[in-house]
T-cell receptor
Framework: DAGVTQSPTHLIKTRGQQVTLRCSPI?????VSWYQQVLGQGPQFIFQ???????GRGNFPDRFSARQFPNYSSELNVNALLLGDSALYLC????????????FGQGTRLTVV | AQSVTQLGSHVSVSEGALVLLRCNYS??????LFWYVQYPNQGLQLLLK??????LVKGINGFEAEFKKSETSFHLTKPSAHMSDAAEYFC????????????FGQGTILTVHP
């Protein structure tokens, strides 16, 4: 069975540009979350979606947005990129319940120059 | 608000020695607790989790952790380190009120010497 897949794996963008990251959850999983992991730190929660509705939002500026599609895949959009947005962006999928395991993808490494 | 503190950003052990990675949490409601491992340039893999029930939790690759409510701790141990255990380890907390949102610690890099 395929795990959580993220695309692209690496990305280089210029300051001020916009970027879209994509995530396909494990088949049957209805919850997708996004995390930002800056080098040397733990992952920070950005968004959670369940059944196509936003269920949680972390402390990130409005430049960050996301959505979940009918097939439960998800996109994370970041506008007006800053150098500080350079990080590993992780997507996690869950079956849905509170105490069910979150399965993480390999991440998208975003570098802003 | 929840928080997680991992004591020691770097831990170094010899192969065959005991591994002890420390995690303390803060939560106003009964927590769910997790340990994840991250190998270079990869995502996170779940080692073990505590939700309810038995406070000593066994995970993959010989790791285990004990939930101690009185100490608000969830330390990760392994009796005998292997070279393949070298990685970064993250403790995380969640609860029923946060819809499964994970709050992670800063991580501990484990180095295993021959």
């Amino acid at each position: 069975d395929a795990g959580v897949t993220q695309s692209p794996t690496h990305l280089i963008k210029t300051r001020g540009q916009q970027v879209t990251l994509r995530c396909s959850p494990i088949s049957g999983h209805k919850s997708v979350s996004w995390y930002q992991q800056v080098l040397g730190q733990g992952p920070q929660f950005i968004f959670q979606y369940y059944e196509k509705e936003e269920r949680g939002r972390g402390n990130f500026p409005d430049r960050f947005s996301a959505r979940q599609f009918p097939n439960y895949s998800s996109e994370l959009n970041v506008n007006a990129l800053l150098l500080g947005d350079s990080a590993l962006y992780l997507c996690a999928s869950k079956l849905g319940g509170m105490n069910t395991e979150a399965f993480f993808g390999q991440g998208t490494r975003l570098t802003v120059v | 608000a929840q928080s997680v503190t991992q004591l020691g950003s770097h831990v170094s052990v010899s192969e065959g020695a005991l591994v002890l990675l420390r995690c303390n949490y803060s939560s106003s409601v009964p927590p769910y607790l997790f340990w994840y491992v991250q190998y270079p340039n990869q995502g996170l893999q779940l080692l073990l989790k505590y939700t309810t029930g038995a406070t000593l939790v066994k995970g993959i690759n010989g790791f285990e952790a004990e939930f101690k409510k009185s100490e608000t701790s969830f330390h990760l141990t392994k009796p005998s380190a292997h070279m393949s255990d070298a990685a970064e380890y993250f403790c995380a907390v969640s609860d029923l009120t946060s819809y499964g949102k994970l709050t992670f610690g800063q991580g501990t890099i484990l180095t295993v010497h021959p």
